[in-house]
């Protein structure tokens, strides 16, 4: 089955069509092997390139930082076993290489018979959508506090106090705008930081759980299987196949 045969089974081209109506979204479509299929204009661009053709079939390992193509494609492969990402928000890197708030969701693409054949998804930069923006807000500062502090003890008080919020408050904040605890929130940047390390430097693993503010490997290795589904050596591995 040729690429616009995919496409035409799964009945997204009405659907992409629409997509090229709206700049500030990112519209992708990919096979199981996370292969571009499809994708508006501002997805092409976002990317640094000009046509369909020339992104056509390539992968997030083509035009991303290994550690997020890593992220990004072992995401696909979740969303194809069930998961569902919704509105999700995240702090990416903007077409400008500066940190910008998203709001991505993907689901899993079937045929008319029900099977499974690939990804498609949205991802909105927030920064043009001032409403959605404000939403937000409310935690820029711990998040950015948490992002450049990671490796160090982050007490939630100190949180709350660079919001001006009380710790109870910040809390609220934190589960209404990103569905986790602050103490989740600095555990998952811990871990995305450590996975970084992995796939980039080939530091003990021990040396990377301590980089990343984790005093125990063990427990570095139970909580990275619970957020990512394999242990660190697994991830290691899998960079040599």
Known sequence: MDIQEIIKKAG????IAAFDLLPDILFWVKDTDSR???CNQHFIEHQGYK???QILLKTDFDFSPKHLAFQYVNDDKRVMEGYIVTDRLELNQTQQGELGWFSTSKHALKDHDGKVIGTYGVTRHLQKTSKALSHVRAIE???KFIREHYHRQISIDELAELAHLSVSALERRFKKHLAKTPNQFIN???LENARKLLI?????ISQV???????EPSYFSKQFRRLFGEIPSQMRSQLGD
């Open 51 to 53: 046509t369909l053709e």
């Open 36 to 38: 571009i299929l499809h």
């Open 209 to 215: 759980a301590y980089q990343c503010g984790f005093s």
């Open 12 to 15: 997204v081209n009405q659907l």
């Open 188 to 190: 998952e940047v811990r």
């Open 200 to 204: 980039e430097t080939q530091l003990p």
């Open 141 to 143: 500062e711990p998040v």
